[in-house]
């Protein structure tokens, strides 16, 4: 399996991507989910949160095949707790 | 995975109608979602209790007026695409519906629409997956 670092550099990348804003923008400032959804042009509710973090598990389990359970998020969620979620998910390794 | 287009046949109630005779906008908006019904039925997937679709967004082209006849509602799932349903681990959290109103005994489009839902836990009221929905609402073989 992929290093923490590493895997932490994919999902960071994956977030910016799918939600539609650079790294600076959504972890300088470590956006709460319910600025993300104000800050991204593409997103208009939690439901557009929660595709772009579904992409962003896909595209896990297709570059290290590791399966992320996505947990309910409640909008003043930091980011960056995400970010830590999804590396906790990666570590207890739930292969594909 | 694959989802079959449903075809729905309505007749037009004179309460549909407003003063000027033809179905009232909102109506449509009723056939629309008797037709996502329609869809569910034609899909082997039943209403339940512990997941509920919501829907999230509708947009509606109103081309012709609907006078009092037999009105045929099409529905058909648009998003996600059938490949992206080939891959059962694939999460998707949105679904979205072409929807098209036929008049003229099915030959002449009145309304299109494309419509978008998403799931919650009835319970909870939290957001779940396409694939939660699924497995919840799916009628089993007798």
Known sequence: ?96 | MRFEESVLTLRVRPNDLDSLGHVNNATALEYLEAGRWAWMERNALRKVAQVVALTLRIEVDYRKEISPQEVVVHTRLEFPHEEELRDPEELHYRVRFHQQILIDAGTRLAVEARVQAAFVHAQSRSLCSLQEFLEASRVSPP
């Open chain 1, 1 to 96: 399996m992929a290093d923490v670092g590493e895997l932490k550099d994919f999902i960071c990348q994956k977030f910016c991507e799918n939600v539609g804003l650079n790294a600076e923008e959504l972890f300088g400032a470590d956006l709460t989910l319910a600025e993300v959804i104000a800050r991204s042009d593409r997103m208009t509710n939690s439901v557009d949160l929660m595709e772009a973090f579904a992409k962003s598990s896909n595209a896990l389990r297709k570059q290290y095949a590791i399966r992320v359970r996505l947990p309910a998020l409640s909008l003043d969620t930091p980011i960056s707790q995400v970010v830590d979620l999804f590396v906790r998910e990666c570590q207890q390794g739930r292969p594909v």
